[in-house]
Each structure stands twice: as structure tokens, then as C-alpha cells.
Nanobody
């Protein structure tokens, strides 16, 4: 059935970079909008970035200019390139796939990103 699997999280120093990957199965990937959310302890879950099925991208102001979302439909994978990482980027990052046409939504289990010196 539907499964999203994130990878690429880890511990990095401030100013460092990570690339998160989200590989999907059980969906027609190209028809889904892909999103990266994050949630830090004690805080609300927030949308970090989104890439729609048509290729349009959006970012939360906090990451604009530092993060880049992309997708490879041939690999059923969405990516989040994170550069110039800051301690406040520390959070559990979740991949989300959503289709308005199919009225369907799926979530990955999350991958931890910790930015600390």
C-alpha cells in the first residue's frame, strides 16, 4: 500500500548542509503534491516547503534562500536540500504527499534533523 520513507537526517553543525529524501510507493507519484513539514519539541508542525505536481514550489519565510525542494518523478522521490543550517532548523522533518484529485494524503514517519555545535 502507500508508504513514504524519509532519509538523510542527522546531526550537523550550524552552517552545514543536509539533503533529505522522501521515496514514495503505492501512489501515482507524479499526480501528487509533495510537502516537507517539520515539528520541533513544544512547537506546532509547520510547512517548510512544497512542490506541486505541476512543479511550482513554495517555502516558509524562515527557509527561503537556504532550502530547495525538488522532485524526481522517475524515482518517486522528493528532496529537500538544506543549506546554511541554523539551530532553529532542528526538528523532526516529515514528508507528505497529497492529491486533491484523489482526495488522498499520506505521511512519512519523519527523520530527525539536529543542528548543533
Amino acid at each position: 500500500q502507500v508508504q513514504l520513507v524519509e532519509s538523510g537526517g542527522g546531526l550537523v553543525q550550524p552552517g552545514g548542509s543536509l539533503r533529505l529524501s522522501c521515496t514514495a510507493s503505492g501512489i501515482i507519484f507524479r499526480n501528487y503534491d509533495m510537502h516537507w513539514y517539520r515539528q520541533a519539541p513544544g512547537k506546532q508542525r509547520e510547512l517548510v516547503a512544497a512542490i506541486l505536481s505541476g512543479g511550482m514550489t513554495t517555502y516558509t519565510d524562515a527557509v527561503k534562500g537556504r532550502f530547495s525542494i525538488s522532485r524526481d518523478n522517475a524515482r518517486n522521490t522528493a528532496y529537500l536540500q538544506m543549506n546554511s543550517l541554523k539551530p532553529e532548523d532542528t526538528a523532526l522533518y516529515y514528508c507528505n504527499a497529497r492529491s486533491r484529485s484523489y482526495f488522498s494524503e499520506s505521511w512519512g514517519p519523519g527523520t530527525q534533523v539536529t543542528v548543533s555545535s
